[in-house]
C-alpha cells in the first residue's frame, strides 16, 4: 500500500476537512528548494514549506552542525539549568534584533510565542498595579491556533465554536497611506472606552490574509500612539523575520521600535520547532523583583531545546552571510521584472511585493479553500511547482537559496496558469 493510502487510517492533518480533502501527498526526501514525493515526482517548494527552509531543505551546514551538538547534549530542563547553544545564540540574536530588545523568552511555535507576547503585555501593567484587559490588533491579522493567538487574529470564518472563549480584542484597520486621521482617531476613542494593554500585529505584511501589505510610515504612527499612550506593541515577526523584508526584520523597516517580538518559522531554517519572544529591558524589569508571583510563570517541556538552538544559531549565521544576503537581493529583483511583466495582464488584479514576498491578486473571485482554488493549486503541482494560493492570491516566497533556472520555472507556471484560469 502506499504512504497516501495508509495515511488515511490514523493521520489527522491540520487545516484540512478530510471528507473533502482526503488525499495527502506523501513528501518522502527534500533537498535545496526540491520536494521529491514517493513516486519520484519533484516539486520546487515556492513557499519554503510555509516560510521555514529559507536556506534550503536539509541544509549541509544547519544539519551537521546540529548532528554534532546531538552527541553532545540532546535536552535538558530550562528552569535552573542553561547550556551554550542557548547563551550563543542569545548573543548572536542580539547582532541583528533591533537594539532595544535585550531579553529572549524561548518555547516551540508561533502560537505560543504570541500567546507569551500577550501574557507578557497583559502582566506588565498587573505587575504595576494596573488593571488593562484589552488588547487591540489589525483586521485581517493572523497570530495563531491557540485561543489568545486566535482572539487577536482577525480571520474568524472558522474560529465560530471558540469566539464567546476570546480575550477582549479591538481591531483597526491598517494604514493604507489614505486612513491613518481615521484610524489614530479609532484609537483615541478605543483608549477611552478601554483599558488597553497591548497592541499585537504583523509588522508589513499580513501573511495569512494573503501577503496583504500596508504603510510603514502609517504604522509608525501607530506605535508611536502605542507607546505615548503606554500600550505595549507586540510584533509577531513569525513570518517576516530572518530577512523576508529585506530587512533581518520588518521592524527595522519603522523608526519606532516594538517592546516585544515573536520570531518562529525561519529561525531554524525549518530543521526543528522552536519560537522566541524577546522584549526590552523595561518589559523585563517589570517582572524582576523579590515577589516570585511577579514572574513570568510560563514554560515548555521543550523551551530552549540545545539542537533548536544549535539549528538557529547556523542559520543565523546563514542569515548574515555575504552569500544568503546577495541572494535575498538577486530574488528581490528578479521578482520586480516579474511583476513588471505580468501587472498588465487581464487576469491580474494587483501585484505587490516586500523584499522576497511576491504576490499577485487573480482578477477572479475565488473561496479560500474554494474548488477554483484547488484547481490552480494542482495545476501548479502537475507542472512541478508548489504554491499555494491563498483564495485568488498567488504569492511566492521562495528559499533564498532558490537558483535563476528554478525561479523562471516558477514565474513560467504562474504565466501558464493565467492563461488556463
Ligand atoms: C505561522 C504564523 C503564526 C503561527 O505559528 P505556528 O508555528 O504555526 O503556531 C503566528 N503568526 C504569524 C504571523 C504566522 O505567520
Known amino acids: 500500500m502506499s504512504l497516501q493510502e495508509r495515511d488515511k487510517k490514523h493521520l489527522w492533518h491540520p487545516l484540512t476537512q478530510h471528507k473533502i480533502h482526503p488525499e495527502s501527498l506523501a513528501i518522502s526526501k527534500a533537498k535545496k528548494c526540491v ?24 541544509n549541509d551546514f544547519i544539519t551537521s552542525r546540529v548532528s554534532e551538538q546531538m552527541k553532545r547534549l540532546d535536552q535538558v530542563v530550562f528552569s535552573g539549568f542553561t547550556h551554550e547553544p542557548a547563551i550563543k545564540l542569545s548573543e548572536a540574536l542580539m547582532d541583528i534584533l533591533p537594539q532595544n530588545q535585550q531579553k529572549i523568552f524561548f518555547s516551540d511555535n508561533g502560537s505560543t510565542s504570541v500567546e507569551i507576547g500577550i501574557k507578557m503585555a497583559l502582566q506588565y501593567h498587573f505587575n504595576r498595579g494596573e488593571k488593562r484587559n484589552t488588547l487591540i490588533a489589525f483586521e485581517d491579522g493572523f497570530h495563531g491556533d491557540t485561543f489568545g493567538a486566535m482572539s487577536v487574529s482577525g480571520l ?25 486621521d481615521a484610524v489614530l482617531q479609532q484609537l483615541e476613542t478605543i483608549i477611552k472606552e478601554n483599558k488597553v494593554a497591548g497592541f499585537v500585529y504583523e509588522p508589513l505584511v499580513q501573511g495569512a490574509a494573503a501577503m496583504k501589505m500596508h504603510d510603514p510610515k502609517g504604522l509608525d504612527a501607530i506605535l508611536k500612539f502605542c507607546k505615548n499612550n503606554n500600550i505595549i506593541t507586540v510584533a509577531d515577526e513569525v513570518m517576516t523575520g530572518f530577512g523576508k ?14 517592546d516585544v517580538m515573536c ?38 517541556t521543550y523551551s530552549a531545546n540545545p539542537l533548536a538552538c544549535t539549528a538557529a544559531l547556523a542559520s543565523v549565521e546563514l542569515l548574515q552571510s555575504e552569500a544568503i544576503q546577495n541572494n535575498i537581493k538577486r530574488i ?4 520586480e521584472a516579474f511583476g513588471n511583466r505580468v501587472k498588465n495582464h487581464p487576469k491580474v488584479k494587483a501585484t505587490r511585493q516586500s523584499g522576497i514576498i511576491f504576490a499577485l491578486d487573480l482578477n477572479i473571485e475565488m473561496a479560500r479553500y474554494g474548488n477554483l482554488r484547488d484547481t490552480l493549486f494542482k495545476f501548479f503541482m502537475d ?9 485568488s492570491t498567488i504569492y511566492i516566497q521562495a ?13 513560467t507556471v504562474i504565466e501558464m496558469a493565467l492563461e488556463t484560469v
Open 156 to 180: 474568524s470564518v472558522y474560529n465560530g465554536p471558540f469566539e464567546e472563549f476570546f480575550l477582549d480584542v479591538k481591531r483597526i484597520p491598517v494604514p493604507n497611506g489614505d486612513n491613518l
Open 332 to 335: 528581490m529583483v528578479s521578482h
Open 263 to 300: 520570531l518562529s518559522k525561519a529561525l531554524t531554517g525549518g530543521l526543528l520547532p522552536m519560537a522566541l519572544t524577546t522584549c526590552t529591558q523595561d518589559i523585563y524589569d517589570a517582572f524582576y523583583s523579590d515577589d516570585i508571583g511577579k514572574g513570568l510563570f510560563h514554560g515548555h
Open 245 to 258: 523584508t529585506g530587512k533581518h526584520f520588518a521592524s527595522l523597516h519603522m523608526e519606532t521600535k516594538p
Open 35 to 58: 520536494l521529491t514525493d514517493e513516486n519520484g515526482n519533484e516539486y520546487i517548494d515556492a513557499i519554503a514549506s510555509w516560510y521555514t527552509c529559507m536556506y534550503g531543505h536539509c
Open 383 to 391: 507542472h512541478g511547482v508548489f504554491l499555494r494560493p491563498l483564495g
Open 399 to 411: 528559499p533564498y537559496v532558490i537558483t535563476d533556472a528554478e525561479l523562471a520555472k516558477v514565474y
